[in-house]
């Protein structure tokens, strides 16, 4: 049988039966078989098949091909590929084939001119990729910014401020001299390949013409600094030239502070100067001919029998320069240890001539010198090795080398693995070479050097000292000098000590009297024995030195002394000024046993430990020294810190604004704060312009400018922006806050109103902390437990009063009253918008009942829901927007109660108040001056009433 021709598919479904040949004559009675509608069936098989089955197999190909057939013609793939796939799956193929190109279609219509849509400045800004968006803002014309919105029009000045800040940040002001902009690198990136230079070219010129330039150094005109410094530093730039430099340098140090006759100089110092610059060897020393073309030559340097101290002082404030200006001077001072020179051997025997000893400024340069190699060489010791080298500048000479970074505790979850990483670390920790017990006891003789030494003098020898300990044959022979020097200072200020005990004990004058006593020599003698302590307790642990010197019996008549001083100093308005002579004792006294553990420290039966018990009898008088000297909390009485109850808000208030004012000096100069508001959308023109800032561009001066107002802000401005924003933060319009029994505020915990309403808490977060940071004051008061929340403590259901009165009434009543009739369990309601929620205060607390035995627990909780839970997202982002500026660590020594004193001051002065808590010093509550005075106050509150 030869096989039928295939019925192409129409619109109808009348069937056409195909010819079949037969074989036989007479065939039995067999329906005839239709035509496969494809050519993949054939007809031999169909004729095989039952007569229901194949009219069953022959309907489902006709009906589905017909009904695909439109879109099979329609379609760009193959009909025959599509013929042959089953229906089902034939209709899903023609199918996403047709929504691709319903999808093609629409693109081509959108791109299509004719069918633009209208679409203003602001949409088609928002619709743009950030990179081009930020790039439109930055060029945009003033028209196009006018016509902005708010939030885009702040972010637009704040992206032009930040560039422009940028380019001014590049300039050459940072690089000493060097001119023009460094593409591609910021200016730390320049400052730090500049001190990590290290160029193996052609040197500038030839190491046998190094000489020369030291004959320069030795002439008797003064020379330019600046010039004389960043020459050599560039010279330094040359690995081959540097350490040659570093030689000659050191050796005419030696030669200059010998004291030879001048006649011994070496050959270096010989001869006629203008011939060695007309010989020189290379012809790239131009520079170096153009520094010393003006110079006279009558005025060289000639043979005298005495070297001018101005010479040493020179090679010293060069040698001191280059180690801070290039960090590979100062490893050469090290790595030749193994050669036969070894610089920071013939420094450090430098610091036993009596020339340079005798010399405060010689000395202290000398120090700085060592001093500043050590702390160079330790911080690219624990300099991370896997960080990427920063880009080189062009030649920029920096005006001094790169702080170190501070370290970064470990965290809890990673505790095992920096643990292993600090070994590692301790053994890359750089080690001090072991050196002499006649070069380490210069040393410590310097602290003797009064008043050669000075306190810069001291922190070097501190710097030093800790760098020599690394090593355990160093730290012996240092441990052991500076007790033997410990030793004899405690044993005279001891003596001292009883001899003033005698004479308060006979004498009746006024303590600011007896104290005048004190010899001169005395305060000297003491401050030996505070620096002596102070380096003792880089090297040894406090409880030991303690023991080892036998302290227990100065301090002992110290404590003494000053119990009776204290008696005297209520009569006496003196107090403060009069103590000064005693004051570097009581740092001593701080430097030893605060920095013993409580568990540790000495203790006398029955009493807490010594330097609590002094600190809490003795609070007033260690106030009024740092009132007097506010530098002491940041240094000596540190520990306070750890005490802040101890520390009176002013002296605390003191502390935190210096520590602002060296946040501001430590860091860069961040420009300016530009704000531009209209007075009716203050808010909201301050919102969008704060949002849009980076963190450390906050920290930049505020200058606020009114639209459509001319003014220059020179203070009043900003204090006028800030007065509107305390008030409006509280507009209800914004259902940011809401206002409590007490005239405080509360965050709103349906604030969520406000589609905003995060964004904006982080925003009022900024605008206090910039506050704090200005040293402004806001008329904006809140409730005691959130100032609590900023602090990070925990709220007490005491502070439900201020929020809710007649709840705490409540609370107050439960925990005072038998419950067990009040059927109370661990859950409770919620109004959020209208309607009541149930709300369980801890797993399953609806089946939970209140009982006087977890009474205490419920109201805990409850206090907790009310006043943190439910407002945890508000109070959280407030945090973080203040977090911007103010750091945890800041202010964490306040109480809820001064915060709001260092951020709002006084709302009311309570008269009575202050008379009660009033202490007198002269005078007494009956004299006729005091009772004047309160007069006068009195009638100043009538009068403003």
Not at 255 to 272: E, H, I, V, W
Not at 401 to 408: D, K, Q, Y
Not at 434 to 456: A, G, R, Y
Not at 641 to 654: A, G, M, Q, V
Request: net charge negative; aromatic share 8%.
């Amino acid at each position: 049988m030869s096989p039928a021709t295939p019925i192409a598919p129409s619109d109808t479904t009348s069937q056409v039966e195909p010819q079949v040949e037969t074989q036989v004559e007479n065939p039995p009675a067999v329906p005839a078989v239709p035509a496969a509608p494809t050519q993949t069936i054939d007809p031999a098989f169909l004729e095989a098949l039952p007569a229901e089955l194949r009219d069953e197999i022959l309907a489902s190909q006709i009906g589905g091909t017909n009904a695909n057939s439109a879109e099979i013609s329609n379609s760009t793939l193959n009909p025959d590929f599509l013929a042959a796939l089953p229906p089902d799956i034939a209709a899903e193929v023609l199918q996403n084939e047709r929504q691709e190109q319903e999808r093609r279609d629409r693109e081509r219509e959108a791109a299509d001119p004719s069918h633009a849509e209208e679409m203003d400045n602001a949409s088609f800004i928002a619709t743009l990729p950030p990179d081009l968006r930020e790039e439109i803002l930055m060029t945009a014309d003033e028209q196009l910014l006018q016509s902005l919105p708010p939030n885009l029009a702040a972010e637009a000045h704040a992206i032009r401020e930040r560039h422009m800040r940028s380019r001014f940040n590049w300039r050459s002001r940072d690089f000493n001299g060097f001119v023009g902009e460094v593409p591609g690198i910021d200016r730390h990136a320049a400052r730090d390949a500049q001190f990590n230079l290290n160029i193996n070219g052609k040197p500038i010129i030839s190491e046998d013409d190094l000489p020369f330039l030291l004959k320069v150094v030795s002439m008797q005109q003064t020379l330019s600094r600046n010039i004389l410094h960043k020459t050599f530093l560039n010279l330094c730039a040359f690995e081959g030239t540097r350490k040659r430099l570093l030689s000659e340098l050191i050796q005419s140090l030696v030669y200059f502070t010998s004291g030879r006759d001048s006649l011994d100089q070496p050959a270096k110092f010989q001869g006629d100067f203008k011939d060695q610059v007309d010989h020189m060897k290379t012809d790239d020393a131009s520079a170096i001919i153009g520094f010393v073309a003006g110079l006279r030559w009558s005025t060289i340097y000639s043979p005298s029998s005495r070297v001018p101290n101005s010479v040493s002082r020179r090679f010293l404030e060069i040698l001191a320069y280059l180690i801070k200006s290039n960090a590979h001077v100062a490893e050469n001072l090290l790595e030749s240890q193994v050669e036969k020179e070894k610089p920071f051997t013939i420094l450090l025997d430098l610091m036993g001539n009596e020339n340079i000893r005798g010399n405060s400024t010689h000395l202290e340069y000398l120090l700085s010198a060592l001093s500043t190699a050590v702390k160079v060489l330790t911080a690219k010791k624990t300099a991370p090795t896997d960080a990427p080298a920063p880009p080189v500048a062009p030649a920029v000479v920096p005006a001094a080398a790169p702080a170190v970074a501070p370290a970064v505790e470990p965290s809890n979850d990673a505790m095992e693995t920096n643990s292993t990483e600090n070994k590692e670390k301790e053994k890359e920790k750089l080690v001090s070479p072991d050196f002499s017990q006649i070069q380490l006891e210069n040393v410590v003789k310097v602290l003797n050097l009064n008043p050669c030494c000075s306190d810069h003098s001291f922190t070097y020898v501190t710097n030093l000292t800790q760098f020599l300990g690394t090593s355990e044959s160093n730290k012996e022979i240092l441990l052991k000098n500076l007790t033997m020097a410990a030793q004899s200072s405690s044993e005279v200020v001891f003596a001292e000590f009883e001899k003033l005990n005698l004479n308060l004990e006979k004498s009746r004058d006024q303590m600011s009297l007896v104290l005048t006593m004190i010899p001169t020599s005395f305060v000297s003698t003491e401050l030996n024995f505070l620096r002596i302590l102070k380096l003792m307790l880089n090297l040894a642990p406090a409880q030991s030195i303690n023991a080892n010197l036998k302290l227990e019996f100065l301090w002992e008549s110290f404590e003494n002394a000053l119990n009776r001083l204290s008696k005297k100093s209520n009569s006496d308005p003196n107090t403060t000024s009069s103590l000064s002579p005693l004051l570097p004792i009581i740092e001593a006294f701080f430097a030893v046993n605060a920095s013993v553990s409580v568990s540790t420290s000495i203790t006398r039966s029955g009493q807490m430990p010594r330097f609590f018990s002094f600190v809490e009898h003795h609070r007033r008088l260690l106030n009024e020294l740092i009132k007097q000297n506010p530098n002491l909390l940041q240094d000596s009485f540190s520990a306070l810190l750890k005490t802040p109850h101890l520390i009176d808000f002013e002296n605390k208030r003191s502390y935190f604004r210096s520590d602002i004012q060296r946040q501001k000096t430590d860091q860069d100069n961040y420009g300016e704060l530009r704000i531009t508001v209209r007075r009716n959308a203050v808010m909201e023109d301050s919102f969008y312009s704060l949002k849009s800032r980076k963190p450390e561009e906050l920290k930049g001066r505020l200058s606020v400018n009114f639209a459509g107002e001319e003014g220059i802000d020179a203070g009043g401005l900003s204090r006028e922006w800030y007065t509107i924003l305390a008030r409006e933060m509280f507009n209800p319009n914004y259902c940011l806050f809401l206002p409590t029994a007490n005239s405080t505020f509360q965050p709103n915990k349906n604030s969520a109103i406000n589609t905003d309403h995060l964004e904006f808490f982080k925003f009022v977060g900024r605008v206090i902390a910039k506050a704090l940071y200005d040293g402004q004051l806001l008329d904006a008061h809140f409730t005691h437990s959130f100032y609590k929340h900023i602090l990070g403590q925990p709220v007490s259901y005491t502070d439900m009063e201020a929020v809710d009165p007649e709840f705490y009434k409540s609370l107050l009543w439960i925990l005072e009253n038998d419950v067990s009739d009040l059927s109370l369990t661990f859950s409770t309601e919620q109004e959020v918008f209208g309607i009541v929620q149930a709300v369980e205060l801890k797993e399953n607390g609806r089946n939970i009942a209140v009982t006087d035995e977890n009474k205490e627990e419920y109201v805990r909780l409850v206090t907790e829901m009310k006043m943190t839970t439910a407002i945890q997202q508000q109070i959280e982002w407030f945090k973080k927007g203040f977090h911007d500026l103010i750091k945890s660590e800041q202010i964490s020594i306040f109480t809820p109660s001064e915060l709001e004193l260092l951020i709002s001051g006084l709302p009311d002065i309570d008269i009575e108040d202050l008379r009660k808590n009033t202490e007198y010093r002269g005078y007494s509550k009956e004299s006729a001056q005091i009772q004047w005075f309160w007069e006068t106050v009195g009638d100043f509150q009538v009068f403003s009433t």
